[in-house]
């Protein structure tokens, strides 16, 4: 599956998830949940962990890992992935910019 997914492009990323992600979500050290929750620490994480944020029974029970893979996934069709959700947005239909924003989430939410 890492083989299908192209190199991403940070600062592309960068401009995307404040174009589509930063209504919701944060990605800084303590930064505060919004509508959706702050995405530090994200890589590595179990779905439905962020402390202090409050997961619809889907997204606690989806038992999948953040990592480059389940994201290119999960960011095509966020519903499809995990059914019930409350995270509203559609997906990124393409891989560049699938890949682009999981380059700038690896490298922002250490």
Request: with cysteine; proline share 5%.
């Amino acid at each position: 599956m890492a083989d299908d997914i192209p190199a991403g492009d940070a600062e592309k990323g960068k401009k995307l998830f404040v174009q589509r992600c930063s209504q919701c979500h944060t990605v800084e050290e303590k930064g505060k949940h919004k509508t959706g929750p702050n995405l530090h620490g994200l890589i590595g994480r179990k779905t439905g962990q962020a402390p202090g944020y409050s997961y619809t029974d889907a997204n606690k029970s989806k038992g999948i890992t953040w990592n480059k893979e389940t994201l290119f996934v999960y960011l095509e069709n966020p519903k499809k992935y995990i059914p019930g959700t409350k995270m509203v947005f559609v997906g990124l239909k393409k891989k560049g910019e699938r890949a682009d924003l999981i380059a700038y989430l690896e490298e922002s939410t250490k």
